[in-house]
């Protein structure tokens, strides 16, 4: 009983910190069934932590097993913890196949799991073609087989939302390696291509283009070209790289748009890419010599 009442308790503090603070009154998941690869930390922790909120059910499905079990106890009788490593299909397949056989149905498939590849980008003529096929087995191939095995599970009832995460990376050069570019590069490909065989299926399929966000893996690999600096200076560094005055992007960002995606709210919306980047990828300003360089 004392430990049901401290999960309780613990579970209000973390949901009631800001960046798991629900701007809306309303369950706007109720009775909803999710499925998020990648969600023992960052982005997909923080998207759990919404969904259930908001009324969900939610399968954390993680190749982290010391993370995604404290994740799952942290929220409760509405989450459970599966092992998934979306390089093997026959995981995922078995993460969907606990959703079926434990809630009866499957609302919300978010392929979120991903990976960054090397920290330090080579040059395209040094490229490891090793480390490129494992940026591909996990963030295309990975993402690609949620997808297959969430519309088998979908089809027969006719609707559900799937969700991908990409990133502006996908959206311009120069912005991170070129393994972890070239494979965010091709989501908003997939998503397209997908949403034209699932919308005769009543099933809507979208994407989410984050800009940089001072998540752990972020941190882990951004902080490799800084050895000296903290993880708090790191995080500034990242947050420095905003356009938006007054605003940064954060975990909750994603995740709210992850839930308006999946909701009805979002009923007619399939085959699109949100980019929540605060306006990075809109421009670029030109910068001209001032005059009095010429003078």
Partial sequence: MLRTVARVLKFRALTNHSRFYSTTGERRLEGKVALITGSASGLGKATAYEFV???AQV???D???QRGPKVAEELGPAALFVECDVSEEAQIAEAVNVAMSRHGKLDIMYNNAGITGPSIPHSITELDMNDFDRVMQINVRGTLTGIKHAARAMMPVGSGSILCTSSISGLMGG???HPYTISKFTIP???KSVASELCKSGIRINCISPAPIPTPMALTQIGKFF???TQEQVAGIVNGLGELKGAKCEE???ARAA???SSDDAKYITGHNLIVDGGFTCFKNLTFPSPDQFA
Avoid: E, F
Wanted: glycine residues 16%.
């Fill in 252 to 254: 909750i960002d994603i």
């Fill in 63 to 65: 190749k982290d097993t």
């Fill in 259 to 261: 839930l308006y995606l």
């Fill in 189 to 191: 490909g997939i998503v």
């Fill in 227 to 229: 050895p000296g600096l």
């Fill in 175 to 177: 912005l991170g390696p």
């Fill in 53 to 55: 909120q908001h009324g």
């Fill in 59 to 61: 399968i954390i499905a």
